[in-house]
């Protein structure tokens, strides 16, 4: 029973660990470059450029965003128009895309409404 305990008790922990996902702020996005994150924001506007190709500005509408939230492909299906103004936590790497802050997104498991 012993050893029952203490094996649960140690893939708990170590699961746990391995989820754990860090939280960045827009502010400390540039620091973080090449790192995983989520950042959480409100979207501030947004433009639909094709059935594959979504993004997201956040902390600020086009063209004073913090950053972009490029979602590529079309795994992700969402009521885009109804999210302008809603909070959104995104998961992805942090990157620079023209000199300004993006995270690309192509599965839908790193985008969670609030």
């Known amino acids: 029973m012993k050893k029952i305990l203490i094996?649960?008790?140690?893939?708990?922990?170590?699961t746990a660990a391995a989820t754990a996902q860090q939280h960045f702020s827009a502010e400390d996005f540039k620091k973080n470059l090449g790192k995983t994150g989520t950042l959480?924001?409100?979207?501030?506007?947004?433009r639909i450029f094709?059935?594959?190709?979504?993004?997201?500005n956040m902390g600020g509408?086009?063209?004073?965003?913090?950053?972009?939230i490029?979602?590529?492909?079309?795994?992700?299906?969402?009521p885009w128009e109804?999210?302008?103004?809603?909070p959104l936590c995104v998961t992805g790497v942090f990157e620079m895309y023209k000199g300004r802050p993006?995270?690309?997104v192509t599965d839908p498991d790193r985008i969670n409404r609030q």
Do not use: H, R, W
């Not at 509408?61 to 913090?66: G, L, R, T, V």
């Not at 109804?82 to 809603?86: A, N, P």
């Open 7 to 14: 094996t649960a008790l140690i893939l708990m922990t170590f």
């Open 40 to 46: 959480c924001d409100t979207i501030s506007s947004l």
């Open 50 to 56: 094709s059935d594959t190709l979504t993004l997201l």
């Open 61 to 68: 509408a086009y063209p004073n965003q913090k950053y972009t």
């Open 70 to 78: 490029a979602i590529k492909g079309n795994k992700i299906t969402l």
């Open 82 to 86: 109804q999210l302008k103004g809603k």
């Open 102 to 104: 993006e995270i690309e």
